[in-house]
């Protein structure tokens, strides 16, 4: 899948078809993790697979009682070790930089399940002495995201987002005078490329969502 097209039509999966996802295609998965850039290079993260339905459920409910949880076959929980960071950042690398190495790990993940023609939906919310307890995690370490990934039983919608006007700045951060209000102008000839890319996923999720008539 073209990257432009992945990185716009993926979408947070919550419902999944009772089919395990191969062993394969998780490990390119995590691969696609494991190559996200961190501070200094130095990978602060450890990457978890659970694949057993009873621990399955045990995590859903430590997500605070997100049961729709225990539906994907393979859940992946990201956690991060913020003293390997710290011994060259300070409190900084611990509390800025670890959990940024995670989270670029974690979006690479996201999108190479999508590019994997999987879903996945990424979790922050969860009891964090909990998961750490059903999982073994010491005590130094920190359960970061929980990533949920299957073959997707649903097609969502394209969320609601706002524009790049909207969120683009020039200069100096706020303010009208430094707004870009062309887009397409400063773009040049990158704004032809983005405006094909939206239109080309747009009209892919149009296809997945027009059921297909029966001969």
């Not at 490990?27 to 200094?40: F, H, L, Q, Y």
């Not at 994907?72 to 003293?83: F, G, H, M, N, Y």
């Not at 010491?138 to 997707?152: L, M, V």
């Not at 987002?161 to 951060?173: A, H, Q």
Request: proline share 7%; aromatic share 8%.
């Amino acid at each position: 899948m073209e990257v432009t097209d992945c990185i716009l039509s993926r979408r947070s999966v919550r419902k999944y078809l009772d089919i395990s996802v191969e062993r394969d295609k998780i490990g390119v998965i995590m691969e696609a993790g494991k190559a996200a850039p961190s501070a200094g290079n130095i990978q602060n993260w450890k990457f978890l697979l659970i694949e057993n339905a009873d621990k399955r459920k045990k995590i859903a409910e430590a997500c605070l009682q997100q049961w729709w949880i225990a539906k994907a076959p393979s859940i992946i929980i990201l956690v991060a070790e913020p003293d390997k960071v710290r011994q060259f950042y300070g409190i900084r690398g611990e509390r800025l930089y670890s959990p940024q190495g995670c989270a670029a790990a974690a979006m690479s993940m996201l999108l190479e399940a999508h590019n994997q023609g999987l879903g996945s939906c990424w979790i922050g919310a969860f009891d964090e002495g909990k998961i750490k307890s059903l999982c073994n995690i010491p005590e130094q370490a920190r359960p970061q995201a929980i990533i949920t990934i299957g073959y997707p039983d649903e097609n969502p919608p394209p969320p609601p987002e706002f524009s790049l006007e909207e969120v683009m700045f020039f200069r100096d951060f706020g303010g009208q005078p430094n707004r870009i209000e062309d887009i397409p102008a400063y773009l040049g000839e990158f704004s032809d490329k983005i405006d094909k890319g939206v239109t080309a996923t747009k009209d892919f999720i149009k296809k997945l969502a027009t059921p297909k008539k029966k001969k």
